[in-house]
């Protein structure tokens, strides 16, 4: 997707990928001490034409209609794919009526990452282990590295060339703890540079996350016990969004 050639412009290009919300994970992310290899540009609600215009007129004063029609299907197809996986989730757990204003309350990054194969005195960790803010991240890796935590504690890899969803940690506050955000990773093997992308679906600046008075009760009252009391039901949950996925995508 014109990866290589984005990545590619010089820094203080990339550095006017500004946005006046930093904690978003917008803007030009680099030379972070803790994780050297990375590299991240993120722009917000990228489904929509203007916005992708907008960055890539930014990053080529005379435009790059190629890979800003890129940015925008990729953003625009991730932004569907995750709409539908959210749709999935509120009926799964019975509450599709809250579906609609929970759309309206979020919007979402589009971000690209590429991370630098290291070097043999570097360290391999692209991505050190982490769960995301989001409601719902899709990624895609071109090349693989992503690992996730197993509730058995092992890393387990996933496949270059596909899409992976992940809830994030307003997921699983909104559903009182029944959806899992699991813990991943970046590790950098073969010696050559990983790019992927990925859309971050969040809850909108100063939108109150509203938890259904439908997903608390005696059983489960509004407060995260312990991981332990839901982790299975989230194990379930993510298998079936891998099934399904897997047959949204090869259609
Ligand atoms: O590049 C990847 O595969 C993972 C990125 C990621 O986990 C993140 O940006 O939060
Ligand atoms: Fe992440």
Known sequence: MGMKELFGLPDETKEKNVHSKPHRKTGYLSKIEAVPLFESLGIINA???DEARAFTDLMWPNGNPA???TIHSAAKMLQELERVVRKMIFQYLGVGDYYDSNIKNSD????VLKYKAPRSDESDIGLPPHTDKSILTILYQDMNGLEFLSKEGQWLQTQ???FTVL???AQMAWSNGRIHAPTHRVIMRGGK???SYAIFATPNDGATVEIP???IDKDRPLQFRSFNT???SSTCMTILIWIILSKYTQA
Do not use: M, Q
């Open 47 to 49: 489904h929509i034409l």
């Open 67 to 69: 890979i800003c029609r």
């Open 108 to 111: 979402n990054v589009f971000r």
């Open 160 to 162: 270059p060339g596909t």
């Open 167 to 169: 809830a994030g940690e």
């Open 193 to 195: 540079d990983r790019y």
């Open 213 to 215: 008075k439908e997903l």
């Open 230 to 232: 839901w982790i299975s």
